[in-house]
Nanobody
Framework: QVQFVESGGGLVQPGGSLRLSCAAS????????MGWYRQTPGKQRESVAT???????NYADSVRGRFTISRDNVKNTVDLQMNSLKPEDTAVYYC????????WGQGTQVTVSS
């Protein structure tokens, strides 16, 4: 089973940027479609961006044009560049395969606030 460790979150002002990174263990990473997800208290976890093994991307309407997902199949990492952040982007962000197959990591907190 692949395990994930997310990093890169923090506190940022509206309009700012953050880059999240996810390190994956396991030899099958390059075979999986990967996704970044987010969750706020009281709400279901939602997918915000996905990327296929060959690099085709897809985004939720709420982040399209602001977020960019990328992956490195040699380093077993998947990143999420987040620009023009809004307060409503505040959440704990997680990575996993899409659909999720492994246990969830700890996530990384992103807070957008002035």
């Amino acid at each position: 089973q692949v395990q994930f460790v997310e990093s890169g979150g923090g506190l940022v002002q509206p309009g700012g940027s953050l880059r999240l990174s996810c390190a994956a263990s396991g030899s099958r990473f390059s075979l999986y479609r990967m996704g970044w997800y987010r969750q706020t208290p009281g709400k279901q976890r939602e997918s915000v961006a996905t990327i296929t093994p060959s690099g085709t991307t897809n985004y939720a309407d709420s982040v399209r044009g602001r977020f960019t997902i990328s992956r490195d199949n040699v380093k077993n990492t998947v990143d999420l560049q987040m620009n023009s952040l809004k307060p409503e982007d505040t959440a704990v962000y997680y990575c996993n395969s899409f659909p999720p197959r492994s246990s969830w990591g700890q996530g990384t907190q992103v807070t957008v606030s002035s």
